[in-house]
């Protein structure tokens, strides 16, 4: 099975502020997906990366492949208190068969 | 549009009673998952049927068993209920299984 480690596991941070959070393999992944979980409801996909390098821009969130294609990383520019709650990345099994994910990114965002 | 759907929202058991978490997905997906959230932590797999008539353990299946029982529904079924089956329950589905997961809004679950 392909793991996903994601860290940091836990941040707290002040509005207003930039934070990178990283998600990050072993092995090669031939796409990876970003989802946020906000409090009492379910993930819900942000973005997928599929090209090594790739970046993608979704107002304030950068998110990056890697060349490799092992790891991303997912920045947030002027972070506001609505971008709160449990970033996953999720990569395909080589065996086709399901998904993996990481064990996510809990942020929280003071006003 | 529902999307994915789950029943019950909240449910208290006793140890050892038994009960059937119902999931129902209306976007005509071939795959659906069950997973469990504990507090703080990630999701964990607890079973997956990759299309209609095949289901296969996930990474925690024991105490639980599922059934799919059509192209649109995913039950799981605790049997003996454990304290530690503790959690919030989400299913998801995928029209295949790499592709985007679409979950519901989930299950919270507490055995006394």
């Known amino acids: 099975t392909q793991l996903l480690e994601q860290s940091p596991q836990f941040l707290s941070i002040q509005e207003g502020e930039n934070l990178t959070v990283y998600c990050n393999s072993s092995?090669?992944?031939?796409?990876l997906q970003w989802y946020r979980q906000e409090p009492g409801e379910g993930p819900v996909l942000l973005v997928t990366?599929?090209?090594?390098?790739e970046v993608k821009k979704l107002k304030r969130l950068t998110f990056q492949f890697g060349d490799a294609r092992k790891d991303s990383s997912l920045h947030i520019t002027a972070a506001q208190p609505g971008d709160t709650g449990l970033y996953l990345c999720?990569?395909?099994?080589?065996?086709?068969?399901?998904?993996?994910f990481g064990e996510g990114t809990q942020l929280t965002v003071n006003p | 549009n529902a999307g994915v759907t789950q029943t019950p929202k909240f449910q208290v058991l006793k140890t050892g009673q038994s009960m059937t978490l119902q999931c129902a997905q209306d976007?005509?997906?071939?795959?659906m998952y069950w997973y469990r959230q504990d507090p703080g932590m990630g999701l964990r797999l607890i079973y997956y049927?990759?299309?209609?008539?095949?289901?296969d353990k996930g990474e925690v299946p024991n105490g639980y068993n599922v059934s799919r029982l059509n192209k649109r529904e995913f039950s799981l079924r605790l049997e003996s209920a454990a304290p530690s089956q503790t959690s919030v329950y989400f299913c998801?589905?995928?029209?295949?299984?790499?592709?985007?997961?679409?979950f519901g809004p989930g299950t919270r679950l507490l055995v006394l």
């Open positions: 998801a589905s995928s029209g295949h299984p790499q592709e985007t997961q679409y």
């Open positions: 092995s090669v992944f031939s796409s």
């Open positions: 976007m005509n997906h071939n795959s």
């Open positions: 999720a990569g395909p099994q080589t065996s086709g068969s399901r998904l993996t």
């Open positions: 049927s990759a299309s209609e008539g095949t289901t």
């Open positions: 990366v599929v090209t090594g390098g």
